[in-house]
T-cell receptor, first 115, second 113 residues
Framework: EPEVTQTPSHQVTQMGQEVILRCVPISNHLYFYWYRQILGQKVEFLVS????????KSEIFDDQFSVERPDGSNFTLKIRSTKLEDSAMYFC?????????????FGQGTRLTVV | AQSVTQLDSQVPVFEEAPVELRCNYS??????LFWYVQYPNQGLQLLLK?????TLVKGINGFEAEFNKSQTSFHLRKPSVHIC??????????????????FGSGTRLQVQP
């Protein structure tokens, strides 16, 4: 069964460093998302991406965040200068082209720890 | 804007007992509704979804949910739970145009022997 793959599963980084979280969406999917879940809190939407551009972003997704689909298969989330409060589980999700009957498939997540 | 409320942060239940996990939502437009499950140290897996049609939807692992538009609810039920159902359950909503999911705060189901 096709699945969304995220790497690494766990990343530890020092405050102020840049991190790149990687995702390989399901191959025929065209909508991509990043969500995050701070420990003990709800899953929060960060950004959606379609047709090589951001289609929507939340207030969390400020200038320190960026997304990219560099090679047609990977979908990345970059955090330019990490803060302690960026520590969270980051989930990538993908969805087929809208047929009004589809749901998002989530990856296993990357646990980011900023120290 | 939408919001999702899961009133119960934890639900302890004995094995083979029935369970209901409550979810209420608010939205000014029509919505799609979802329940996701998160097993320990794993990602989010779709349990079931309501898009339109019959208000009673059946999902994987014996779960079902009923959409109640007048009460803006989408409660999740299972008639007999197992130890392996122990997990975090998230209710989520998206509007038909926006598609990004708004999640509730989650309910931890703890099934005890």
């Amino acid at each position: 069964e096709p699945e969304v793959t995220q790497t690494p599963s766990h990343q530890v980084t020092q405050m102020g460093q840049e991190v790149i979280l990687r995702c390989v969406p399901i191959s025929n999917h065209l909508y991509f998302y990043w969500y995050r879940q701070i420990l003990g809190q709800k899953v929060e939407f960060l950004v959606s991406f379609y047709n090589n551009e951001i289609s929507e972003k939340s207030e969390i997704f400020d200038d320190q965040f960026s997304v990219e689909r560099p090679d047609g298969s990977n979908f990345t989330l970059k955090i330019r200068s990490t803060k302690l409060e960026d520590s969270a589980m980051y989930f990538c999700a993908s969805r087929e082209l809208d047929r009004q009957r589809t749901e998002a498939f989530f990856g296993q997540g990357t646990r980011l720890t900023v120290v | 804007a939408q919001s999702v409320t899961q009133l119960d942060s934890q639900v302890p239940v004995f094995e083979e007992a029935p369970v209901e996990l409550r979810c209420n939502y608010s939205s000014s437009v029509s919505v799609y509704l979802f329940w996701y499950v998160q097993y320990p140290n794993q990602g989010l897996q779709l349990l079931l979804k309501y898009l339109s049609g019959s208000t009673l939807v059946k999902g994987i692992n014996g779960f079902e949910a009923e959409f109640n538009k007048s009460q803006t609810s989408f409660h999740l039920r299972k008639p007999s739970v197992h130890i392996c159902d122990t997990a975090e359950y998230f209710c989520a909503v998206s509007d038909t145009g926006r598609r990004a999911l708004t999640f509730g705060s989650g309910t931890r189901l703890q099934v005890q022997p």
